[in-house]
């Protein structure tokens, strides 16, 4: 089956900079991708998302790179907020319409 | 805005209780979804469903079922609950992808303790 996986599990950074969150993926065939925040105490929350014909794609905020050769997904948050901390993972949709989680990142923000 | 409503936040069972996870969606979606979270292992599907009393196995469906009776509730089951089921809950929603990709859409999970 699918695995998704994060390099790093925690990342800080302070307020003001960028963040990155990586995420990599099994499946060559999985044509669509997502990232969620989650909040603590809170379930996921839906941030961006990214079709597989594409390699980039922008939001308030932040962007979502997409590298296919490497089968490597990025989040990137422009001047990152104390309310961005949060744990950030990403989804990809594999065969049978199923979706599959990476673990998560956690992003603290220091003031 | 998508609502997800789990009807409960916390919920402490003990061993061998019949246990009953509710959710409920109010944006008229086809695909509901049950999934557990643990420490470490991410989002794991339980079961989900495409339509009104259907149902599919995820990946982790021993020790479970759900009833979907009515297309904006979808429930999750415990038959008999154990310790190892101690988790976080999380349903979700989606409308049919068809040919539009959508994102599932969560709610704010139920803590089930087992006793």
């Known amino acids: 089956g699918e695995s998704v996986g994060l390099h790093l599990p925690t990342l800080s950074v302070q307020e003001g900079d960028n963040s990155i969150i990586n995420c990599a993926y099994s499946n060559s065939a999985s044509d669509y991708f997502i990232w969620y925040k989650q909040e603590s105490g809170k379930g996921p929350q839906f941030i961006i998302d990214i079709r597989s014909n594409m390699d980039k794609r922008q939001g308030q905020r932040v962007t979502v790179l997409l590298n296919k050769t490497v089968k490597h997904l990025s989040l990137q948050i422009a001047a990152t907020q104390p309310g961005d901390s949060a744990v950030y993972f990403c989804a990809e949709r594999g065969t049978g319409n199923q979706f599959y989680f990476g673990t998560g990142t956690s992003l603290t923000v220091i003031p | 805005d998508v609502k997800v409503t789990q009807s409960s936040r916390y919920l402490v069972k003990r061993t061998g209780e019949k246990v009953f996870l509710e959710c409920v969606q109010d944006?008229?979606?086809?695909?509901m979804f049950w999934y557990r979270q643990d420490p470490g292992l991410g989002l794991r599907l339980i079961y989900f469903s495409y339509d009104v009393k259907m149902k599919e196995k995820g990946d982790i469906p021993e020790g479970y079922s759900v009833s979907r009776e009515k297309k904006e509730r979808f429930s999750l089951i415990l038959e008999s609950a154990s310790t190892n089921q101690t988790s976080m809950y999380l349903c979700?929603?989606?409308?049919?992808?068809?040919?539009?990709?959508?994102?599932?859409?969560f709610g704010d999970g139920t803590r089930l303790s087992i006793l």
């Open positions: 979700a929603s989606s409308p049919l992808t068809g040919l539009y990709n959508q994102p599932q859409h």
């Open positions: 944006m008229d979606h086809e695909n």
